[in-house]
């Protein structure tokens, strides 16, 4: 009996500090670093105005949740995506967005239909194969979907 007692406290020790490993602490530290807000917003309208609206909202979310608790991104979609091009009239806030660490992305599908390549997007804008799938899998991801 008193050796299975040995057993069990030294089995105990081991699972206990199997659990403080390096990778453990990791895993807890990845989980402590997530923002505590996760925005997607698509626009897919060739509107400045609603370019406007979208990019002065993800502005205004960012600075009222407060420096990195939130991250945010733009998923542009159909001809939406006009307003990613070099020489839109949103170039200037977009880039704006991008330097406040706002990830602005484009969707391959519609840039392969409007035969646009990523040099005739603004720099810094992401592109994805899919507007549809990326805004599909932040949804799986829990973020918070919005669409002004």
């Known amino acids: 009996m008193k050796q299975l007692a040995a057993i069990l406290a030294l089995a105990g020790i ?36 609603l ?4 990019l002065s909202n993800a502005l205004l979310f960012k600075r009222n949740t407060g420096e990195g608790n939130s991250q945010i991104e733009i998923v542009a979609i159909g001809p939406g995506l006009n307003m990613l091009k070099a020489e ?13 660490s706002i990830d ?3 969707c391959g599908e ?18 994805v194969p899919g507007g549809l799938i990326e805004l599909a899998n932040r949804e799986r991801e829990g973020w918070i979907y919005y669409r002004p």
């Open 14 to 49: 081991v699972l206990a500090a199997g659990c403080a490993t390096p990778g453990a602490q990791s895993g807890q530290h990845a989980a402590q670093a997530k923002p505590k807000y996760q925005l997607v917003i698509q626009v897919s309208e060739n509107d400045p105005k």
């Open 51 to 54: 370019w406007h609206l979208a």
């Open 88 to 100: 839109s009239s949103a170039a200037g806030r977009i880039g704006q967005a991008l330097d406040q």
């Open 104 to 106: 602005v992305v484009a």
């Open 110 to 127: 519609t840039m392969h239909t409007m035969k646009l390549t990523k040099n005739d997007l603004i720099g810094g804008v992401r592109v």
